[in-house]
Structures are given as C-alpha cells and as structure tokens.
C-alpha cells in the first residue's frame, strides 16, 4: 500500500516521471529512438481525439503559418502539407485564424475561417472540433517534403513544379463571389488581346533579407519587355507591383500599353504592404483579394517577366494546374539570393510588435 502512494506521489512530478522511464528503458533502442527522434521526425505522428465526428477518416489540419507570411508564401505552404496528406491518405482541412496577415477578427460575411474568404473548403471536413482522429500539420512536414524534391532555394526543378500544380489542381478552388470578382475583373482590363505579365515586387524586397532574392531593377524588366514587343505579337502590358513608382516608370517607357489596377493599395516606402493599416471598410480582407487579382491576371497572360517571388512561382503552378500549360514566354530575371544575418523573421517580429504599441 505504501508503495503504491509512492508511486501515486511520484506520478505529480512529471520531469521525475520521464528521467526515471529513461532511466528503466535505456537499453530499449526503440525507445531510445522515440526520445531522441520522434519529436521532430515527420512520421512520427501524434493523434488527437475531440469528438467521434467522422469516424473512420484521419484529418490533416493545415493552420496558417503566421509569422508575416505573404498570401502566396501561405498558399505554397498550403500546397506542401496538403502534398504531405495526400501522399498518406489523410482527409485535409485548411484553417487560417488570427495569426493570418489578411484576418479579419469581425469575420467576412459571417466566415472566420480566412482561408474560406477566397476558397472552397479542400475536403468535406467541415469543422474539426469534434473530429475523431486529428492530426494537425507540423513544420517537419513541410520540410520533408521540401527535401524529397531538393526544394531548398527559390529555384526549384519542373518536377516540383508538376507535384504541387498536381496539389493544387486536386485541391484548391475559389469560391463563387471570389471566382466571379476575378473573372470580372481581369476580363475588363485586359479583353482579348495578347499580354506580356509582369511582376516588379518592391518595398520590403530592397531590405535584403537573408534568403530572400536580390530585388530585380526596374530597368531590367523594361528591358526584356522591350525585347518581347520587338518579337512581336504582343498587344499590351500588365504590371502587377506593390510600388507607385513602378507604375509611373513602365508607363513613361511604354504608355497606355500599360494595363494596371487602379483600385490597389501601393507604396513607395519599404514596408510590405500587407503590414499596412488603413481605415477602408474590411482592408486585410480587400488585402488579400487584390494580390489574388494580380494573381489571377498574370495567369491569365500568355508571357511572364519576373523575378524571383512567391507571386510567379504560385502563377506558374496555376497556369499548369488550371489551364494545362506553360508561359510561352517565361523571363526568370535571377540576380542571385541574399546570404546574411539579416533574417526576415526578426523584422517583422519587431514590425508587429510596433504596430501594436502603435494601436494600444
């Protein structure tokens, strides 16, 4: 009976509990390996139980990554855990919440789930809160599959490309009042003629993050579009930037060949524009729809003048997976990526920080 209660005591000390089970299993090496291993080994896997809703199936939740991700860097990482969960048979369920950069807290036409603002849900799974078997993603994932295609850079090989166009044809749809917006939209400023794409992506792309490309110059994408004109059988431009400024410098070179959105919210400092504040009716929201505009346009083009970005890298997936081909004219400008200490995870950390000093 004493030992019993000693044991019972012992139980309350936690980190006791876990020194003496190492200590009792030491010689076990499939122990050893869980301990040391499994909490960052991707097929380790953890379930969690919250209800008996759809029994029989196990549910990969996708939460947002937060950490001042973009909308597209969010949408790639989206399309690498749902590569994960298709490559096991999971059930996934996309839920981005309040560390979203385009969240918004009063919700959007009665939705809080942010993905579902511009989505259609990816599975049947409606609401994991009382789901049988959940199993939430975990960056470990996201790595694994990353280092399965050698993934590690932005220059990535076709088959990477093939394998998340294939994801994303699978998976993600938009959903009506967003599909018939973009549709709309792209078909009023660009009609039928032939289009060149370009994205010239400014503002916080001159802070040289670590592992961030170095920002193309303006003057080299005029350059190429200049060549591709000369080519012939190009029609217009569309620009798609965060920078006021780009706009004023293609339109001075090429004119009203220029086709631009007029209703976006630009820049000139440097400071991504998805930190903004502005007192507009829903504008993380409003955010979010534009840069998927811009998105859906340059899909939309039949060339694509660019640097490196998780808006093009998105594009050519898109292009593949909806409309079952490539650029005819792709110009990858690579100027390199930036290797330093200067890690972009630590600016917007202090970025936010501010901003809610700033609220407060």
């Known amino acids: 009976m004493l030992k019993v209660r000693i044991l019972n005591y012992l139980r309350k000390w936690e980190k006791l509990v876990y020194f003496n089970r190492c200590w009792i299993h030491r010689n076990d090496a499939d122990f050893r390996q869980m301990v040391l291993e499994g909490y960052q080994n991707p097929d380790f896997l953890k379930l969690q139980t919250m209800g008996d809703a759809y029994e029989g ?58 993905f579902q603002y511009y989505f259609m849900p990816v599975s049947d799974v409606r609401d994991v809160r009382h789901a049988l078997h959940v199993l939430e993603a975990d960056g470990s994932h996201y790595r694994q599959v990353k280092e399965k295609f050698d993934a ?8 990477y490309i093939d394998a998340m166009a294939d994801m994303m044809g699978r998976y993600i749809r938009y959903n009506e009042k967003t ?21 010239y992506r400014g503002t916080d ?15 080299q994408e005029i350059e190429r579009v200049r060549e591709l004109l000369e080519k012939g059988g190009y029609e217009q ?16 070179v090429f ?9 976006v919210f630009r820049e000139d400092g440097e400071e991504s524009i998805a930190f903004s504040s502005s007192d507009r009716s829903q504008h993380h929201y409003r955010l979010g729809l534009e840069v ?20 093009t890298f998105i594009a050519r997936i898109m292009k593949r997976a909806w409309q079952h081909r490539k650029y005819e004219d792709y110009e990858l400008i690579n100027n390199g990526i930036h290797h330093n200490d200067n890690y972009f ?12 000093e700033k609220k407060a």
């Open 205 to 219: 792309f001159h802070k040289q993050y670590n592992n961030h490309p170095v920002a193309v110059q303006i003057e």
């Open 255 to 263: 004119g009203e060949r220029v086709k631009v959105y007029r209703d």
């Open 179 to 199: 599909a018939l917006y973009l549709e709309r939209e792209c078909d009023a400023l660009l009609g039928k003629k032939k289009t060149i794409g370009v994205h």
């Open 345 to 356: 995870w630590k600016s917007q950390s202090s970025l936010r920080k501010g901003m809610k």
């Open 57 to 114: 199936k196990t549910i990969y939740l996708i939460r947002e990554q937060g950490n001042g991700m973009g909308f597209f860097a969010e949408v790639g990482v989206v399309l690498i855990k749902l590569y994960f969960a298709y490559e096991r048979g999971f059930i996934p369920y996309v839920e981005w919440g309040d560390r979203y950069l385009y969240y918004e807290a009063e919700g959007v036409e009665g939705e809080y789930n942010a």
């Open 292 to 311: 998927m505009r811009d998105e859906y346009t340059l899909v939309q083009c039949d060339a694509l003048v660019c640097g490196y970005s998780n808006v």
């Open 152 to 159: 590690v850079s932005y220059d990535v090989s076709e088959e």
């Open 237 to 252: 431009i569309f620009l798609a930037t965060d920078e006021n400024a780009a706009v004023a410098k293609f339109r001075g």
